[in-house]
C-alpha cells in the first residue's frame, strides 16, 4: 500500500473584527478554512505527529495574526495567513486560506445591521516560490423585468417550454477570478468588478443565460488588465407566470410565482488569450 494525495486544516474559523477609531468603530466578519498539504505521511502511516502542526494551532494563528492585521483586504490577510504557515513550517509544501465576508452595514458610528446574503470571498495558494490570490462573490441576488429573451432551443417529444421573447430573468451570482499579480489594490477591484457584472446584466440584451454570463464576464476581463480568468456560475431562478384565467383575470406577464428547485445552472469561464 501506499499513501496518495493528502491534507488536513482547520475549517469554519470564525472571527469578529472591530478597528476602533476615535469618532467610530469598523467591523468585520469573517470565516476562514484553512488547509496544508506536504510531508505528512508517518502520521497516517505510523501515527508519528512529529510533523503536524495541531489545527488548533492553525485556529490560534487566525486571531492572533487579526489582532495587527484584521483590517486588510481579505486578500492580503489571506496572504499573510498562508505565508506565516510556510515560513515557519518547512513540512508544508502548499497552503490554501479560503476567506468568506460576511456584509455588515453601518446604521450609526457604533452600530450596524446584518447585511443580506451576498458574501465576497477571497482564496490564496502558497507554495514556496508562487501564490495564487482568487477572489469572487457569493449568492449576488439580481433580476431584471425586461430585456431577456429565451427563444430557437433543441425541442423533443418531452419540451413543454414556451419560447418567450420578454421574459423575467432572475439569478444568484457566484463569481470567482484570478488575480495575475498581487500588487494592486484588492479592495478596490473587487469593488469595480462586482460593479461590472451588475451593469453589464442589467444592461445586456440576453438571448439566454449563457448568453449574458459570457457577456459578463467578458466585461470584468476588459476592464481590469488585473484579472486573468473568471468564472461564473449562474442558477436561473425561475420566476413561473401564474394562470389568472379561472379567476377571470389576464396575466399580461404581470403576476409571477418564484421557484428554488428544480433550477437551471449555467457556469462558464472566461480567459485572456495568450
Not at 447585511?115 to 470571498?121: A, F, L, N, Q, Y
Not at 469593488?191 to 438571448?207: I, K, M, N, W, Y
Not at 449563457?210 to 467578458?218: P, V
Not at 449562474?234 to 404581470?254: I, K, M, S, W, Y
Request: some cysteine.
Amino acid at each position: 500500500m501506499v499513501i496518495g494525495a493528502h491534507s488536513y486544516g482547520k475549517s469554519r474559523v470564525r472571527l469578529v473584527q472591530v478597528t476602533r477609531h476615535a469618532d467610530r468603530d469598523d467591523l468585520r466578519e469573517l470565516t476562514v478554512h484553512i488547509r496544508l498539504e506536504g510531508d505528512f505521511a508517518a502520521a497516517h502511516i505510523h501515527g508519528d505527529n512529529r510533523n503536524i502542526l495541531p489545527t488548533d494551532t492553525m485556529k490560534n494563528t487566525v486571531y492572533a495574526l487579526a489582532k495587527d492585521h484584521g483590517h486588510e483586504q481579505i486578500e492580503e490577510f489571506g496572504l499573510r495567513l498562508a505565508g506565516h504557515f510556510l515560513t515557519h513550517n518547512p513540512q508544508v509544501s502548499r497552503a490554501t486560506v479560503d476567506l468568506t465576508e460576511h456584509p455588515w452595514s453601518r446604521m450609526r458610528p457604533h452600530a450596524f445591521a446584518r447585511g443580506g446574503v451576498e458574501r465576497r470571498t477571497a482564496s490564496v495558494t502558497s507554495a514556496p516560490e508562487t501564490a495564487v490570490v482568487t477572489a469572487g462573490i457569493d449568492d449576488l441576488l439580481v433580476l431584471k423585468t425586461r430585456g431577456s429573451a429565451f427563444e430557437g432551443f433543441v425541442e423533443d417529444r418531452y419540451t413543454t417550454l414556451q419560447p418567450a421573447g420578454d421574459r423575467l430573468l432572475a439569478t444568484s451570482i457566484q463569481a470567482r477570478w484570478t488575480y495575475q499579480h498581487q500588487d494592486l489594490r484588492f479592495g478596490q477591484v473587487w469593488r469595480g468588478a462586482r460593479q461590472v457584472l451588475l451593469d453589464t446584466f442589467a444592461e445586456h440584451q440576453s438571448q439566454s443565460v449563457q448568453h449574458t454570463a459570457y457577456a459578463m464576464g467578458e466585461a470584468v476581463l476588459g476592464a481590469f488588465e488585473e484579472i486573468g480568468e473568471i468564472r461564473l456560475s449562474l442558477p436561473n431562478r425561475h420566476c413561473l407566470l401564474v394562470d389568472l384565467a379561472p379567476f377571470g383575470l389576464a396575466n399580461n406577464n404581470e403576476v409571477f410565482l418564484p421557484v428554488d428547485e428544480p433550477h437551471g445552472l449555467i457556469e462558464v469561464t472566461v480567459k485572456k488569450g495568450s
